[in-house]
C-alpha cells in the first residue's frame, strides 16, 4: 500500500494568515492526490482534487500543488471557517490511503 | 442537496456481526460508485470498499484489510448502501462512513455522510 506522510501534525495560524501542509508519498502517485477538510459534527469536505484541481464550490484562497511524491495544500488569508483538520488522500492506486492528517488550530 | 446518513452503530462484542446502513437522497443513486471509509479514533481514515454504479454492473472491491469478513451491498428501490461486518474485532472499533464517489474521478469522494460510530468491545 502506497504509505501517505503528513507534515506537520499540529499548525497554529491566526486569520489572514497563510499556511502550507505537506504530504509525501511512499512512491510515485502521479498528479492523484485529494485533500479533505473535517470539522465537528460536519461531513468531510472535498477541497482539492488531481493535486490542483479545486472542487466546485472550494474557496479560491485553497490551492494545490505538487506531482510524484511530494504535494502541498496550501491555504492564503485564513479565515475563521478554515480552522480544523485536513487530510491528504491518494487516488492513483487500490487500495487508496490517507494521511494521518493536519490539525489547524486558531493562534 | 447531497445527503448521506449512516445508522446502525452501536456497541458489539467481539467475534460478532452488525449492519451499517447509508440512506442517500439528493441525487440519482444508481449513477454512482459508493464508498464505506472508516476512521479510528485519532487516526487516518481507512478505504474499507466500494459498490459500483449501475453502469458497471453494481460490482463491488474491497481493501484487502477487510475482503471476507466485510460486505458492502445496496438497495437501489430506497436509496440506501449497507455494510455488513462480520467476525468484528476490537481493532475494527471506529467512525464508519459512507460516501460517494466523484464520478469520472476513481477513488475521489465527493460527498460525505456524518459517520455511524461502532465500538467492538465485551
Known amino acids: 500500500d502506497v504509505q501517505m506522510t503528513q507534515s506537520p501534525s499540529n499548525l497554529a495560524a491566526s486569520p489572514g494568515e497563510s499556511v502550507s501542509i505537506n504530504c509525501k508519498a511512499s512512491?510515485?502517485?502521479?498528479?492523484?492526490l485529494a485533500w479533505y477538510q473535517q470539522k465537528p459534527g460536519k461531513a468531510n469536505k472535498l477541497l482539492i482534487y488531481?493535486?490542483?484541481t479545486l472542487q466546485s464550490g472550494t474557496p479560491s484562497r485553497f490551492s494545490g500543488s505538487g506531482s510524484g511524491t511530494d504535494f502541498t495544500l496550501t491555504i492564503r488569508n485564513l479565515e475563521p471557517e478554515d480552522f480544523g483538520l485536513y487530510y491528504c488522500?491518494?487516488?492513483?492506486?487500490?487500495?487508496?490511503?490517507f494521511g494521518a492528517g493536519t490539525k489547524l488550530e486558531l493562534k | 442537496e447531497v445527503k448521506l446518513l449512516e445508522s446502525g452503530g452501536g456497541l458489539v462484542q467481539p467475534g460478532g456481526s452488525m449492519r451499517l446502513s447509508c440512506a442517500a437522497s439528493?441525487?440519482?443513486?444508481?449513477?454512482?460508485?459508493m464508498n464505506w471509509i472508516r476512521q479510528p479514533a485519532g487516526k487516518a481514515p481507512e478505504w474499507l470498499g466500494f459498490?459500483?454504479?449501475?453502469?458497471?454492473?453494481?460490482?463491488?472491491e474491497y481493501n484487502p484489510s477487510v475482503k471476507g469478513r466485510f460486505t458492502i451491498s445496496r438497495d437501489n428501490t430506497q436509496n440506501m448502501l449497507y455494510l455488513q461486518m462480520n467476525t468484528l474485532r476490537a481493532e475494527d472499533t471506529a467512525t464508519y462512513y459512507c460516501?460517494?464517489?466523484?464520478?469520472?474521478?476513481?477513488?475521489?469522494?465527493?460527498?460525505w455522510g456524518q459517520g455511524a460510530s461502532v465500538t467492538v468491545s465485551s
Open positions: 460516501a460517494r464517489e466523484l464520478p469520472g474521478y476513481p477513488y475521489v469522494m465527493d460527498a
Open positions: 439528493g441525487f440519482t443513486f444508481t449513477d454512482f460508485y
Open positions: 459498490i459500483r454504479n449501475k453502469a458497471n454492473g453494481y460490482t463491488t
Open positions: 512512491k510515485s502517485i502521479s498528479k492523484y
Open positions: 488531481s493535486g490542483s
Open positions: 488522500q491518494q487516488h492513483n492506486e487500490y487500495p487508496y490511503t
